[in-house]
């Protein structure tokens, strides 16, 4: 097993989560779509990519089409990116399909079947973006019937909500965000499983745009949460098993889990990788470098995010929002009520669901908000000089 830093893994290197993934497996065998729903660095990409190599040991038949979506700017670079990702035996299959129709130009289809963004022809430049809108129902049509005769397709979309920022806010770019959300239903509907990620909120950002969550209809859920103790024991000790330090005891794997605030597996990779290259061979010196080096690295690749958050309450909003945050993190597993009473006249239920969408705190089955992470209660108890000890 490698100690990744980043990149999503699957196969020997990934861990966990066997539930999840039988699920997963299950939901797509037999049609169905998921989202899976996690804070950043929960391991979701590396789900959705352990969920496609399964499917692939499990039949050689099966077709995994694997898209990450956070470099597409607009509806053409996504469906260039399908085609591309697509096997080559595909690939012909579906541009003799388009060409068969006779329902498109073959100058939009030559162009989705290749890399160009534009053409010259007779000295005028013919911008396909504009060309493919113009197409846009007949090629859709095409699409979701190509893949409804195509069998044990699997389509895996990461990073989705970074397509959607990345085509922007504007009322043109909200109506193709709510055309490709549009196509991407009809495509499950018409049978093509799907796996779909994102280190944003894909709900939230709906919410925020102003579209409709019905055209996620069909999609199941799916929740990644930190590993236990145990398991963040056992990933630590598989870590092991391929660096084969003779330093390393189990004392100092115990002292690194006493410390980390949360377990979950990017905490862990980085972590693991600190201690190795300081070669702290004793549990001092892992408490040592975990308060020099690794605690602020954590806070520098994670926490920033939260501070950029905030931006999104304005004025009072963002007054009660603090106070919801503060009442929090002084009574750890609040009920409703006694939010309520701590907040005053300032309450505001829609304030706390946004801090949900935003991942600043939870709701457990018990019906007691906490934050959603240990850390994110240590920055914002630092930030607000809350002393909870």
Known sequence: MKNTLGPPVSGNDFRYREKNLRKAVRLMKNGNSFLILGIRRTGKSSFLQQTAYLL????????????????????????????????????TRFRKFLNDSKQLPVKLIDFITDIFDNVEVGGSKIDFQDKLMNYSKPFENLVTAFFKDTKNVYLFLDELPFFFENMGGEPQDIAEITHALTNLKSWRNAGLPMGITGSLNLHQQLDHLKISRKLLGGLNTIELDPFTRAESESFVNELLKSDKYDWWTPEITKKLLDLLPDFVPYFLQYAYNEIAVNECKTPQAVEEVYHNEIISGLFKDFIYQFDERLGVFKGEELNTAMLVLDAIAIQKDINLKDLQAKVGDSFSYEIIVKLIDYEFIKLSGSQKYSYTLQIIKNWWCTKRGIDVA
């Open 56 to 91: 692939q040991q499990e039949d050689k038949d099966n077709v995994c089409i694997e898209l990450d979506c956070q470099t597409f700017k607009s509806p053409l670079d996504f469906y260039k990116g399908l085609y591309v990702e697509m096997p080559k035996d595909m690939q």
